[in-house]
């Protein structure tokens, strides 16, 4: 994906586009908070921008034209984006980062993670398009650990990216830090994943300089908190090639966005089978010559089978986004 439009956008946002448009100059935002923007400049100087109008449309990762207005600065425009990782729920939307390379969901061994959650990221993933990459924490804990690596046996299954982690301690070198490493290098990442699973440690970890940089920010957008009640971008190398955006913790991944008769097309196991169903429409729930439901563990055996968990998860996605449109 390196090579992709994306990765040239990514670029141009790092400082190596044109550096104005006219008097109009370039950025990437770098975080927000409420309709305060900060920007990153091509030389690598960040300052506050405010959207024009009364709502502000950009997130980080998007890259703008922006005016300077005395210290601070007006966004002009938001580029076009190549994607936009967002949840929506009845009340709202809430848009994460934009211009992704990959979602690294990461969760751990202790407390228990819901696959439920797991399963809305990586539908909101792939409906944008980005690869998903998945990090178990806390490998230290034997049994534990040893069970939960087990729960997510259906996703290696799958082809998803699975890597195993242990961020207790500081060996680099039985960390599982250098596989992940190779993952990020080069591409702008966000990391997602509820609270308690060692999320600020990993950033912190390949970001030395990220609870300064914290600080500073939160300063400068006067929150008068930390951001991590925000996205914040972080570059992990100087020369500005590999970013990683951390986010808040959640408790909820709405999917109102997704249509429930696409659902089954953004699950890969799921979608391997859809061109065996008798019928065209086929819900895969009840069908007679479903070549989904026929290939669910249990009623059939052999390769490609979909694990009964994941079955059940479809199963509440479909009928919760069947309720919302009223089918």
């Given at each position: 994906?390196?090579?992709?439009?994306?990765?040239?956008?990514?670029?141009d946002?790092?400082?190596?586009?044109?550096e104005s448009?006219?008097?109009?100059?370039?950025?990437?935002?770098?975080?927000?908070?409420?309709?305060?923007?900060l920007?990153?400049?091509?030389?690598?100087?960040?300052?506050?921008?405010?959207?024009?109008?009364?709502?502000?449309?950009?997130?980080?990762?998007?890259?703008?034209?922006?005016?300077?207005?005395g210290?601070?600065?007006?966004i002009e425009?938001?580029?076009?984006?190549?994607?936009?990782?967002?949840?929506?729920?009845?009340?709202?939307?809430?848009?994460?980062?934009?211009?992704?390379?990959?979602v690294?969901?990461?969760?751990?061994?202790?407390?228990?993670?819901?696959?439920?959650?797991?399963?809305?990221?990586?539908?909101?993933?792939?409906?944008?398009?980005?690869?998903?990459l998945?990090?178990?924490?806390?490998?230290?804990?034997?049994?534990l650990?040893?069970?939960?690596?087990?729960?997510?046996?259906?996703?290696?299954?799958?082809?998803?990216?699975?890597l195993?982690?242990?961020?207790?301690?500081?060996?680099?070198?039985?960390?599982?830090?250098s596989?992940?490493?190779q993952?990020l290098?080069g591409?702008?990442?966000?990391?997602?994943?509820?609270?308690?699973?060692?999320?600020?440690?990993?950033?912190?970890?390949l970001?030395?300089?990220?609870q300064?940089?914290?600080?500073?920010i939160?300063r400068?957008?006067n929150?008068?908190?930390?951001?991590?009640?925000?996205?914040?971008?972080?570059?992990?190398?100087?020369?500005?090639?590999?970013?990683?955006?951390?986010?808040?913790?959640?408790?909820e991944?709405?999917l109102?966005?997704?249509?429930?008769?696409?659902?089954?097309?953004l699950?890969?196991?799921?979608?391997?089978?859809?061109?065996?169903?008798?019928?065209?429409?086929?819900?895969?729930?009840?069908?007679?010559?479903?070549?989904?439901?026929?290939?669910?563990?249990g009623?059939?055996?052999?390769d490609n089978?979909i694990?009964?968990n994941?079955?059940?998860?479809?199963?509440?996605?479909?009928a919760?986004?069947?309720?919302?449109r009223?089918?």
């Amino acid at each position: 994906m390196n090579h992709s439009p994306h990765s040239r956008s990514r670029a141009d946002a790092a400082g190596r586009a044109p550096e104005s448009e006219g008097s109009i100059d370039i950025g990437l935002v770098v975080a927000a908070h409420g309709r305060h923007c900060l920007v990153e400049s091509p030389d690598g100087q960040r300052r506050i921008c405010h959207p024009r109008g009364k709502k502000s449309q950009a997130v980080v990762g998007d890259r703008v034209r922006w005016m300077p207005t005395g210290d601070e600065g007006s966004i002009e425009r938001v580029e076009p984006r190549i994607n936009l990782f967002y949840r929506q729920d009845e009340l709202r939307t809430k848009s994460f980062a934009a211009n992704l390379d990959q979602v690294l969901v990461l969760l751990a061994a202790e407390p228990e993670f819901s696959e439920s959650q797991l399963a809305r990221a990586l539908v909101a993933a792939e409906a944008e398009g980005i690869a998903p990459l998945i990090v178990l924490n806390k490998a230290d804990l034997g049994p534990l650990f040893e069970r939960a690596w087990e729960r997510l046996a259906p996703y290696r299954a799958m082809g998803l990216a699975v890597l195993p982690l242990r961020l207790k301690g500081d060996d680099d070198a039985t960390s599982g830090l250098s596989p992940l490493m190779q993952r990020l290098e080069g591409k702008t990442t966000l990391v997602l994943g509820p609270s308690g699973v060692g999320k600020s440690t990993l950033v912190n970890r390949l970001v030395p300089q990220a609870q300064a940089q914290t600080g500073e920010i939160s300063r400068a957008l006067n929150s008068g908190k930390h951001t991590t009640t925000s996205t914040t971008w972080y570059w992990v190398d100087t020369a500005r090639t590999t970013a990683l955006i951390d986010s808040p913790g959640f408790q909820e991944f709405g999917l109102n966005h997704i249509e429930a008769t696409r659902l089954a097309s953004l699950m890969p196991d799921l979608r391997a089978a859809l061109g065996a169903c008798r019928f065209y429409n086929c819900t895969h729930l009840h069908e007679p010559g479903c070549g989904v439901r026929a290939k669910v563990q249990g009623e059939s055996t052999g390769d490609n089978t979909i694990a009964p968990n994941r079955y059940r998860i479809y199963g509440d996605l479909f009928a919760e986004l069947s309720a919302k449109r009223g089918y």
